[in-house]
Each structure stands twice: as structure tokens, then as C-alpha cells.
Nanobody, 123 residues
């Protein structure tokens, strides 16, 4: 079972990136999924979560209104559209699949984790 995060890169303040998280080895259509990030010297923090149907979504206050989480169960893939990026968004972004089908904001309740993709926002 593998979650492959991609789409990170270097972007200027105000720019956009779209992260993808593709699952292989099994389907996650019945699992809630989410994005977390970890900046240098900081703890991993919750970014966004989505329920198994793709209807229920939860965002961290710091990204609300700028980031959009979505999923395509037919492709076994989750996305994070990031707009109006700020230097404080710089971090390694991780995707994860939860034990439950609902939106989950707590890292310890996630079962599978991807390897992370670096997002760097220059000022």
C-alpha cells in the first residue's frame, strides 16, 4: 500500500500549486483522507481533510479560503489546490488515509502516510 504525493515546487508569494496524492496497492474510497504539513523546526500540522464521499471537508484556519481539498475516487487520487500562497505555507506536505470514513484532523488517527512533497514559497 502506497500513497504518492506530488506537485510540490517553488512558487512566488501569491502563486498557486496543485498537489496530488495517488494511492496504489488498495483503494481508499471508504477512507477519509487528509493533508498535513511540516515546516523546518516545527511539528507536523493539519491542513485539510475530506470524507470518503468528497462532500465533507475541513480546513485549518490558516488555509481556509485559499486551499481546496478534493478527491476522485475513480482515480484513487486526492488533490490540494493551493492559491494565494504565502511564505509561511513553506513546508513538506504529506497526504494520508484515515482509519475512518469521515473527516479526521488528528494525525494519530491516520493509518497510511505518503512520503511528502516540498512546497517552497518565496517572498
Amino acid at each position: 500500500v502506497q500513497l504518492q504525493a506530488s506537485g510540490g515546487g517553488l512558487v512566488q508569494t501569491g502563486g498557486s500549486l496543485r498537489l496530488s496524492c495517488e494511492a496504489s496497492g488498495r483503494t481508499f474510497t471508504n477512507n477519509g483522507m487528509g493533508w498535513f504539513r511540516q515546516a523546518p523546526g516545527k511539528e507536523r500540522e493539519f491542513v485539510a481533510a475530506i470524507g470518503w464521499r468528497g462532500e465533507a471537508k475541513v480546513y485549518a484556519d490558516s488555509v481556509k479560503g485559499r486551499f481546496t481539498i478534493s478527491r476522485d475516487n475513480a482515480k484513487n487520487t486526492m488533490y490540494l489546490q493551493m492559491n494565494s500562497l504565502k511564505p509561511e505555507d513553506t513546508a513538506v506536505y504529506y497526504c494520508a488515509a484515515a482509519w475512518s470514513a469521515s473527516t479526521v484532523v488528528t494525525a494519530s488517527l491516520y493509518r497510511y502516510w505518503g512520503q511528502g512533497t516540498q512546497v517552497t514559497v518565496s517572498s
